[in-house]
């Protein structure tokens, strides 16, 4: 299972002739096992990764990490309000952290004024929420093993 995950996570286009022939599997076996991967909830979903300096859509779009601190409720600690959060369309990825604050939050926006008003009328008023600190991403250079600049030095350079 574990091998034919990780070619999975390498490139999700394979065909199950292709994992068959790679794994030393019959195509019957492979299917079997990506259908009960897929059952079982361990792959949720297939996607493209888009490059968001060349999607001139994605290009424009804002983001922002925000650091949350709250106040946990009894009996349900910090997943009372996590289940609040991830509800927002705007969020896109919510991490329960340990170190100086509780929730990191990834929002996406058209706009810093769209963010900002986010922020500050539909995080910031939230039952449960202390205080938040928001950074926005200037540029993503790597994101999920995925380098998303081209490195066009002489790798001559590198070497020291």
Known sequence: MDE???LLRQNARLSVADIAAMTKKTEAEVAAIIKKLE???VILKYVAVVNPEKDKEQKEKVLAEIEIQVQPQREHGFDAIADRLYRF??????YLMSGGYD???IIEGDSLKEVALFV????ST???VRSTKTNFVLKTYKENDIVYVEDERDRREMQA
């Open 4 to 6: 034919i995950l990780d």
């Open 39 to 41: 059952n079982d909830g």
């Open 89 to 94: 369309p705007q969020i896109r990825s919510l």
């Open 103 to 105: 929730l990191k939050v």
């Open 120 to 123: 500050s009328e539909k995080l």
């Open 126 to 128: 939230l039952e449960g």
